[in-house]
């Protein structure tokens, strides 16, 4: 309908309403969505879906990222790039933030074999209460804290500030992990990274993807993932595909790794059945 909308406002007009036409139509969507996504959380309408991480290069499954959904009762299903800005702006990032971290908790903590979690968090939900809104989702879960990684993407909003800092050195004590996402994306610099309490580094899709196309993208990973060795933190390869780029993530010395060629992410009942068969070996060879 919104298509059609569009196509008759567009006919027969000269360019500039075109343009019109199209920022009002996509203002009416972001409208329309954001005051939906109101009441997304009462609805039930947020899920989450667990890609696995395993480990390099014998392909155990260490643990699950956390990816929210929305169901939306119109749209189908909508991705967190369009409705995770969305919250930012309308203020309820924190309380969708809250339910994602608990629910996560409470899901994987039922998982057999006692897997790791990892949930994205954005920096507008590290606020004073953060920390103990996170040891209260751990507790009425039952999980243990170094179970649990945050991943915050490296981006403007993360300011080196007093009152950041005080936040993530809190998460810490309480033996939770905090993952720089993206890693490579943004503008901070490998040394920006020691200024924070980072205890991994996800390193960004695109230098994987890189692999094979630009020559010096290999010695680029490997660089990477040494200098993340001297800092003391552990790295994360994102978005595997192929065995090629596998091989040159495990040629690079990082030690976990994630994407489509392990596991999409996954309804919880599906990565429960993975954890229980662990078959991600290539052709059921145990290693
Ligand atoms: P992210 O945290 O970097 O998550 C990885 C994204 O890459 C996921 O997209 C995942 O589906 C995708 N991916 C994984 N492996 C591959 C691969 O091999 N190839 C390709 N092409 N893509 C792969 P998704 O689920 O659409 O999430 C997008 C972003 O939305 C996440 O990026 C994260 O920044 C944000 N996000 C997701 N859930 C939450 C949440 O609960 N809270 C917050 N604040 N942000 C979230
Ligand atoms: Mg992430
Ligand atoms: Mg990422
Ligand atoms: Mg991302």
Same mark, same amino acid.
């Given at each position: 309908a919104d298509v059609a909308l569009y196509q008759a406002k567009a006919a027969g007009r000269g360019s500039y309403r075109f343009f019109e036409a199209e920022t009002n139509l996509r203002m009416q969507v972001r409208h329309s969505l954001e005051h939906d996504l109101h009441r997304a959380l009462d609805e039930g309408a947020l899920e989450l879906h667990y890609q696995p991480l395993v480990a390099v290069p014998d392909r155990q499954i260490l643990g699950f990222e956390a990816l929210l959904r929305w169901r939306h009762p119109e749209r189908g299903m909508i991705m967190p790039q369009t409705f995770i800005p969305l919250a930012e702006a309308a203020g309820l990032i924190v309380p969708i933030g809250d339910w994602a971290i608990r629910t996560a908790c409470a899901e994987l903590a039922s998982l057999p074999g006692r897997p790791k979690l990892s949930v994205n968090v954005s *920096?507008?939900?590290?606020?004073?209460?953060f920390p103990a809104s996170v040891a209260a989702a751990l507790k009425a879960a039952g999980l243990? *804290?170094?179970?649990l990684e945050l991943e915050i993407t490296e981006t403007a909003m993360l300011r080196e500030t007093e009152a950041t800092l005080t936040v993530l050195h809190g998460l810490r004590n309480l033996g939770v992990g905090i993952a720089m996402d993206d890693?490579?994306?943004?503008?901070?610099s490998l040394s920006a990274l020691k200024r924070f309490p980072f205890t991994r580094v996800k390193i960004d899709q695109v230098f994987v993807r890189n692999l094979g196309e630009v020559p010096e993208s290999a010695s680029l990973l490997r660089a990477i993932v040494e200098l993340c060795k001297v800092l003391r933190m552990a790295t994360t390869t994102e978005g595997i595909e192929t065995e090629e780029q596998f091989a040159a993530v495990a040629a690079s010395g990082s030690t976990e790794a994630q994407g489509y060629l392990f596991g999409r992410p996954m309804p919880i009942r599906q990565a429960t059945l993975l954890l229980e068969r662990d078959d991600l070996r290539p052709t059921g060879r145990k290693l």
């Open positions: *920096p507008l939900q590290l606020t004073a209460r243990e *804290p170094a179970r890693f490579g994306t943004g503008f901070s």
